[in-house]
């Protein structure tokens, strides 16, 4: 069996590889593909410019994780305010 193509997303910090595309990205990791600092993370979460984590897995903020392939897609939408992204993803097929 061949080895998975490995590529490096120009957004991303990190190597990403298909096995990846559905991954749970942590708030360092959703900083480090914005390249911006984890307070700045925060503070666009508190003013509603960056959708909300789309799982909570119950440690507080430690627990927040979104689902890579949804911020890069909020990303090429033009990073929308989150009622407005929310709004989008509503009236999305599927």
Known sequence: ?????TTTSPTA????D????????TLNDVAG????????V???LAAGRL???DVNLGFGSRGRRWIHSRLLAWCEA??????????CEG???G
């Open 1 to 5: 069996m061949s080895e998975p193509v």
């Open 13 to 16: 910090a990190v190597p990403l």
């Open 18 to 25: 298909s096995r990846h595309a559905a991954a749970l990205l």
């Open 33 to 40: 593909i914005l390249r911006i600092s984890r307070r700045q």
């Open 42 to 44: 925060h503070r666009l």
């Open 51 to 53: 959708p909300p984590a």
């Open 78 to 87: 033009g990073c929308p305010l989150a009622d407005a992204w929310r709004a």
């Open 91 to 93: 009236r999305r097929p």
